[in-house]
C-alpha cells in the first residue's frame, strides 16, 4: 500500500492529532549489515564494491544529484527519510523533530536499540525544515524521498549537501515505500541492503499469512473518521495493502467509491458492510464522531459484521493507524505484527 489516507501525517499523535518476530525480522536484515568489519551504524561502509559504485548520479524532479563518494554523514528531512536511514542501518547526523518531544514509536525505538545507539540529533520542524541546523551537521547527503515540502526546500538544502529526492514531483504521494527505498540505497551505496529489507517485510507478511488461512478471501472495509466524513478507504482504485497481502478482499461496495469520491453519510452505513469491517479514529476529539457515538447509532448496530463482532478499532495512540496510512522500509513489518491479532480476533468474532 502506498499511501492509504492522504490526509493523515508522518508525524506525532500530538502535533497531527493521529497516530513479534517479524520487525526483529526486518532489523536482522538491514540492522547492522551483517556485522562486517568497518560497516558502522554511524554512517556504513565506505570500502570495496560499496566504494566502487560510486559517483553517482541521480535525476531528480528539480534537476539532478550528483553524489561523488559514499556518505558517511546522512540527514533527513522526513520521518519516513530518518526510517529509511535506520532500516539501512544507518543513524542519522541530524532528523526533524517527529515526535515534537514524546514517545518515540516502537518500531522506531526498536531500530535504535539495534543499533546501540541514543535518539538522533533532532531539530524542531514546527515552522519546516530547519536549513541552518543540518548545515551545521555538515551532511554528506541529504535524504528527501518522504517529503512534501520538496518544491520549497531544494533550492535551500542542495548547497548544503547532494539531496536525495523524487524524480517527479507528483510521487510525493505515489511511491511505495519499496521504491523510495531503493532509491535512498542507491545514494548511498546500499543496495544490497535494501533488497534484504524489502525481502525481509515480504517474508513476514507472507508467514503471517500462512500462518491465518482463515484470512484468505474474507471481504474488508476499511473507514477512517475524519473532521468532515466517514472515508470509505478501501475503494476499488485504492492500492493493495497490507490488508489485501494477507489475503482480504475489497467489497463490490468498493467500486461505487474513488479517492475524490469517498465519503459515507450516516444514512448510508449499510455501504460499510462487509465480512470484516475496520474503523480508525485519528483526529480523536476533531473527528465527525467518537467510536462511542457511531457504535450506539443504530443502523451502525444493525450491520450483520457489527452484530457478528467482526469489527474492530485500529488504534491510532500508538501510531498504527498512522503506519498503515504511510507505510515505510521500517514501520511496515511492525504493522504486520501489530495488525494481525486484530484481524484474526475481527475473522474469529472475538
Not at 94 to 119: F, M, N, W
Request: charged share 25%.
Amino acid at each position: 500500500m502506498n499511501r492509504l489516507a492522504r490526509p493523515f501525517a508522518r508525524r506525532s499523535t500530538a502535533r497531527t492529532l493521529i497516530a513479534a518476530a517479524a520487525c526483529a525480522t526486518l532489523l536482522a536484515g538491514c540492522g547492522g549489515k551483517d556485522d562486517k568489519a568497518g560497516e558502522k551504524p554511524s554512517g556504513g561502509a565506505s570500502t570495496g564494491a560499496a566504494e566502487a559504485a560510486f559517483p553517482v548520479t541521480l535525476p531528480n524532479a528539480w534537476g539532478k544529484t550528483e553524489v561523488k563518494k559514499k556518505p558517511l554523514k546522512v540527514a533527513t528531512v522526513s520521518d519516513g527519510d530518518t526510517d529509511i536511514a535506520l532500516a539501512l542501518g544507518l543513524v542519522p547526523v541530524i532528523t526533524p523533530d517527529a515526535e515534537d518531544g514524546g514517545p518515540v514509536p516502537e518500531y522506531k525505538q526498536r531500530a535504535i536499540t539495534k543499533l546501540g545507539a541514543g535518539k538522533p540529533k533532532t531539530y524542531d520542524d514546527t515552522d519546516g525544515t530547519d536549513y541552518e541546523a543540518i548545515a551545521a551537521e555538515a551532511p554528506d547527503v541529504i535524504l528527501g524521498m518522504n517529503t512534501w515540502s520538496m518544491d520549497t526546500d531544494y533550492a535551500k538544502l542542495a548547497p548544503i549537501a547532494p539531496v536525495v529526492t523524487f524524480t517527479d514531483k507528483a510521487h510525493s504521494d505515489t511511491l511505495t515505500w519499496q521504491e523510495r527505498l531503493k532509491t535512498a540505497a542507491k545514494a548511498l551505496g546500499m543496495s544490497a541492503e535494501a533488497e534484504k529489507v524489502i525481502a525481509a517485510n515480504e517474508k513476514a507478511t507472507a508467514d503471517a499469512a500462512a500462518a491465518h488461512p482463515e484470512f484468505k478471501g474474507k471481504t474488508y472495509t476499511y473507514a477512517v473518521v475524519h473532521p468532515e466524513q466517514i472515508t470509505f478507504m478501501s475503494y476499488a482504485d485504492q492500492d493493495p495493502g497490507v490488508f489485501e497481502q494477507l489475503g482480504f478482499k475489497k467489497t463490490d461496495k468498493a467500486k461505487s467509491y474513488k479517492a475524490d469520491k469517498n465519503a459515507v453519510s450516516l444514512e448510508n452505513l449499510d455501504e460499510l458492510e462487509a465480512d470484516v469491517l475496520l474503523m480508525t479514529y485519528p483526529f480523536g476529539d476533531n473527528g465527525l464522531l467518537s467510536a462511542k457515538e457511531l457504535e450506539t447509532n443504530k443502523l451502525f448496530q444493525s450491520l450483520k459484521v457489527v452484530k457478528g463482532k467482526h469489527y474492530a478499532v485500529i488504534p491510532s495512540e500508538n501510531t498504527l493507524s498512522s503506519a498503515v496510512a504511510y507505510p515505510d522500509a521500517l514501520s511496515a513489518p511492525w504493522v504486520v505484527e501489530k495488525l494481525t491479532p486484530i484481524l484474526a480476533g475481527v475473522v474469529a468474532g472475538k
